[in-house]
């Protein structure tokens, strides 16, 4: 039974209690390795290491930085197949997905910031003959980056990358559900000679290795992924420290759909293609999908039978099957989340016009967490159902009449995190991005990222930004200097 160890100072140690606890393979129901169970110890000697670390890696030039991190991609790209394999066990996910996703996005990650970081630069303002003023970024020393289950080295790398790319030095908390890549990626790190004290990953529970970053004083700065609940609680501990906070949290994203989108899907148009995969996608457990789907109405019960015929051929099965489109979910504690809301969604009037229920998928697999992919209709939009986030494969389909009510409707939530948006009028197209309270929107398409451009909610789905130079400027600190010329 392999344990996972913490990376500190360069080294794999076991954590300071000497206690682990079990990590279960989703997709099996079965313990398959053990986690360290840290604890502010840990935490303490992650951040003394860094802070060893600091100086010497925030004076080091960009150019050498980048290089370390371009060879960390590189490791990456040559372990992809290892990676997503590991992946896919930790998390249930198919393993496809993993490799055509998850593991190229952790390595474009690297390579991304890792170039970003000769490109950024800093202001200068001229006081006529007077004076110059000019404005310094430093690192701001020790970053403390905790990253969700969902993605985990996808969104793992998301945080460390930029961090360290700006010359701090990072104590790392992977979710205690899915460790296994990042500790993959320690290895990575010290076979691309990484400086020992850079990075630093402490694996445990949130409320003990989680909580103890967000309370230590060492560490200024803090980006986390994760719910909202989640989110509060490290704001409530940090916020009074004056430390500089990251917070992306839940999202219960709207899908609108104008009918004459309908028009180009009967001519070949990829709309429903790819509203099941921002529906479906990672079992559903990716903060940016479209969990609630408003159709117009004169075309709603075109696109409700073709879509449920869609989702019920999706294959649901072992997630290392090359066949497979989704997984299993990632615990036995999510799974009965999820089974608990599309209960709940009975009870509130809807009608299950597919899944609703756990999904059998038989063999090694017989004891996993599966659930087949759900869609619910005749729910109103402000119930519970249609309000809370439920992170699977479960969404609802509403019918709307005018373009002011499915607005009402999308921005009735607690979150703003992203709005997908299907029309081929132009105008409308603009008018109404500009009006949703969406910190991300896509019109006519669904996950295309740019890593340049900022990524982040609005309202509880988050705080700040990350992404291209926001992550940069994030994990800096600006200064201003002034020159008199005379």
Same mark, same amino acid.
């Given at each position: 039974?392999?344990? /996972?160890?913490?990376?500190?100072?360069?080294?794999?140690?076991?954590? /300071?209690?000497?206690?682990?606890? &079990?990590?279960?393979?989703?997709?099996?129901?079965?313990?398959?390795?053990?986690?360290?169970?840290? +604890?502010?110890?840990?935490?303490?000697?992650?951040?003394?290491?860094?802070?060893?670390?600091?100086?010497?890696?925030?004076?080091?030039?960009?150019?050498?930085? @980048?290089?370390?991190?371009?060879?960390?991609?590189?490791?990456?790209?040559?372990?992809? &197949?290892?990676?997503?394999?590991?992946?896919?066990? &930790?998390?249930?996910?198919?393993?496809?997905?993993?490799?055509?996703?998850?593991?190229?996005?952790?390595?474009?990650?690297?390579?991304?910031?890792?170039?970003?970081?000769?490109?950024?630069?800093?202001?200068?303002?001229?006081?006529?003959?007077?004076?110059?003023?000019?404005?310094?970024?430093?690192?701001? $020393?020790?970053?403390?980056?905790?990253?969700?289950?969902?993605?985990?080295?996808?969104?793992?790398?998301?945080?460390?990358?930029?961090?360290?790319?700006?010359?701090?030095?990072?104590?790392?908390?992977?979710?205690?559900?899915?460790?296994?890549?990042?500790?993959?990626?320690?290895?990575?790190?010290?076979?691309? $000679?990484?400086?020992?004290?850079?990075?630093?990953?402490?694996?445990?529970?949130?409320?003990?290795?989680?909580?103890?970053?967000?309370?230590?004083?060492?560490?200024?700065?803090?980006?986390?992924?994760? $719910?909202?609940?989640?989110?509060?609680?490290?704001?409530?501990?940090?916020?009074?420290?004056?430390?500089?906070?990251?917070?992306?949290?839940?999202?219960?994203?709207?899908?609108?759909?104008?009918?004459?989108?309908?028009?180009?899907?009967?001519?070949?148009?990829?709309?429903?293609?790819?509203?099941?995969?921002?529906?479906?996608?990672?079992?559903?457990?990716?903060?940016?999908?479209?969990?609630?789907?408003?159709?117009?109405?004169?075309?709603?019960?075109?696109?409700?039978?073709?879509?449920?015929?869609?989702?019920?051929?999706?294959?649901?099965?072992?997630?290392?099957?090359?066949?497979?489109?989704?997984?299993?979910?990632?615990?036995?504690?999510?799974?009965?989340?999820?089974?608990?809301?599309? @209960?709940?969604?009975?009870?509130?009037?809807?009608?299950?016009?597919?899944?609703? @229920?756990?999904?059998?998928?038989?063999?090694?697999?017989?004891?996993?967490?599966?659930?087949?992919?759900? /869609?619910?209709?005749?729910?109103?939009? +402000?119930?519970?159902?249609?309000?809370?986030?439920?992170?699977?494969?479960?969404?609802?389909?509403?019918?709307?009449?005018?373009?002011?009510?499915?607005? @009402?409707?999308? +921005?009735?939530?607690?979150?703003?995190?992203?709005?997908?948006?299907?029309?081929? +009028?132009?105008?409308?197209?603009?008018?109404?991005?500009?009006?949703?309270?969406?910190?991300? /929107?896509?019109?006519?398409?669904?996950?295309?990222?740019?890593?340049?451009?900022?990524?982040?909610?609005?309202?509880?789905?988050?705080?700040?930004?990350?992404?291209?130079?926001?992550?940069?400027?994030?994990?800096?600190?600006?200064?201003?200097?002034?020159?008199?010329?005379?």
């Amino acid at each position: 039974m392999q344990r /996972v160890q913490n990376y500190i100072n360069g080294e794999l140690v076991g954590p /300071v209690s000497g206690q682990y606890f &079990d990590n279960v393979n989703p997709a099996i129901g079965e313990v398959y390795s053990h986690v360290p169970d840290s +604890d502010e110890r840990d935490v303490a000697a992650a951040v003394e290491a860094a802070r060893k670390a600091f100086p010497a890696w925030s004076v080091t030039p960009s150019e050498e930085r @980048s290089r370390y991190m371009i060879r960390i991609a590189e490791l990456i790209d040559r372990d992809r &197949d290892k990676l997503a394999l590991a992946e896919s066990i &930790d998390n249930g996910k198919p393993v496809a997905l993993a490799r055509s996703v998850d593991i190229p996005r952790a390595s474009r990650n690297f390579r991304f910031f890792a170039t970003a970081i000769m490109h950024f630069s800093s202001e200068s303002h001229p006081m006529e003959d007077t004076a110059i003023n000019y404005t310094l970024r430093n690192p701001i $020393g020790i970053a403390g980056c905790i990253s969700p289950w969902n993605l985990p080295l996808y969104l793992f790398t998301w945080k460390i990358a930029p961090a360290m790319a700006a010359g701090n030095c990072v104590v790392g908390k992977p979710s205690e559900l899915t460790p296994m890549t990042a500790y993959m990626l320690c290895e990575l790190c010290t076979e691309a $000679g990484l400086p020992p004290g850079v990075l630093n990953i402490v694996h445990g529970y949130g409320d003990k290795a989680g909580a103890a970053i967000a309370a230590n004083p060492g560490i200024p700065v803090i980006t986390f992924t994760g $719910g909202t609940r989640t989110g509060g609680e490290i704001a409530k501990t940090a916020a009074p420290m004056f430390k500089k906070l990251s917070l992306e949290m839940g999202g219960k994203n709207p899908t609108i759909i104008f009918a004459d989108s309908i028009a180009k899907e009967r001519n070949n148009g990829d709309m429903m293609e790819t509203t099941l995969r921002s529906s479906f996608s990672n079992q559903g457990e990716i903060c940016l999908c479209g969990s609630r789907i408003f159709v117009e109405s004169p075309v709603y019960e075109e696109f409700k039978e073709e879509f449920v015929t869609r989702t019920r051929a999706l294959r649901v099965g072992d997630p290392l099957s090359e066949e497979s489109q989704l997984g299993a979910v990632v615990s036995k504690s999510h799974l009965e989340k999820i089974l608990s809301y599309i @209960s709940l969604a009975k009870q509130e009037g809807g009608k299950i016009l597919c899944g609703g @229920s756990q999904a059998d998928v038989g063999g090694r697999c017989k004891n996993g967490w599966f659930v087949r992919p759900t /869609v619910i209709e005749g729910l109103p939009h +402000d119930c519970r159902t249609n309000q809370e986030e439920i992170f699977g494969p479960v969404v609802t389909i509403m019918p709307f009449d005018t373009e002011d009510e499915v607005l @009402s409707c999308a +921005d009735s939530t607690q979150y703003g995190l992203a709005a997908i948006i299907w029309t081929e +009028d132009l105008t409308r197209a603009h008018r109404v991005a500009n009006k949703i309270q969406s910190g991300i /929107v896509w019109i006519n398409c669904w996950m295309l990222r740019d890593l340049r451009t900022p990524f982040g909610g609005m309202k509880n789905s988050g705080l700040g930004k990350e992404g291209g130079l926001e992550a940069l400027r994030f994990f800096t600190e600006p200064k201003n200097v002034c020159v008199k010329l005379s």
